[in-house]
């Protein structure tokens, strides 16, 4: 009896529109036993090209996107543009527009000349992702390498420069 009653509800949840199928389970929330391998919190995506179409794109290089699990979230974004120029390592701070929903602009603001490329970190409740972008001789994105749970390595940026 308590089955057939179960069954009916359900069929009147799905009748009515009401079916809600449950989430998975957050892995970052559930026991540290059961999520062996599975991923923290952030992300950070590269967005390269961008739409012509857009005019809140003239002089933006690229988009940067952070999420917190399940979607897109505001975060604290930071970076540097690491480059050679001349024979001698520069860094160059970077600033970011917030265009809201976890979305950031970026503006060239470093020379022309040398070799390039851009370290883009995200932070949220103690977790950071990292991002690696390097640029081509013509000053575009030419890869990116993101780095979940750990900043960006100088090894890597100097593997990155040459």
């Given at each position: 009896?308590?089955?057939?009653?179960?069954?009916?509800?359900?069929?009147a949840w799905v009748t009515a529109g009401m079916l809600v199928i449950p989430r998975p389970p957050c892995p970052t929330c559930a026991p540290a036993a059961s999520t062996a391998g599975a991923r923290k919190g952030v992300w950070v995506s590269i967005e390269s090209p961008l739409t012509p179409f857009d005019n809140a794109n003239q002089g933006v290089l690229l988009l940067?996107?952070?999420?917190?699990?399940?979607?897109?979230?505001?975060m604290s974004v930071e970076g540097r543009a690491e480059g050679t120029v001349n024979g001698e390592r520069r860094t160059v701070p970077l600033t970011f527009q917030d265009r809201g929903d976890g979305v950031y602009a970026l503006a060239k603001s470093w020379p022309d000349q040398g070799r390039w490329a851009?370290?883009?970190?995200?932070?949220?409740?103690?977790?950071?992702?990292?991002?690696?972008?390097?640029?081509s001789a013509d000053g575009k994105v030419a890869g990116v390498q993101v780095t979940p749970e750990r900043a960006v390595a100088d090894a890597e940026v100097a593997a990155a420069l040459q």
């Open positions: 009896m308590l089955m057939r009653t179960a069954a009916m509800q359900t069929l940067v996107h952070t999420y917190w699990m399940h979607g897109a979230a505001a851009l370290v883009i970190t995200a932070r949220s409740r103690g977790q950071q992702a990292s991002a690696l972008v390097r640029l």
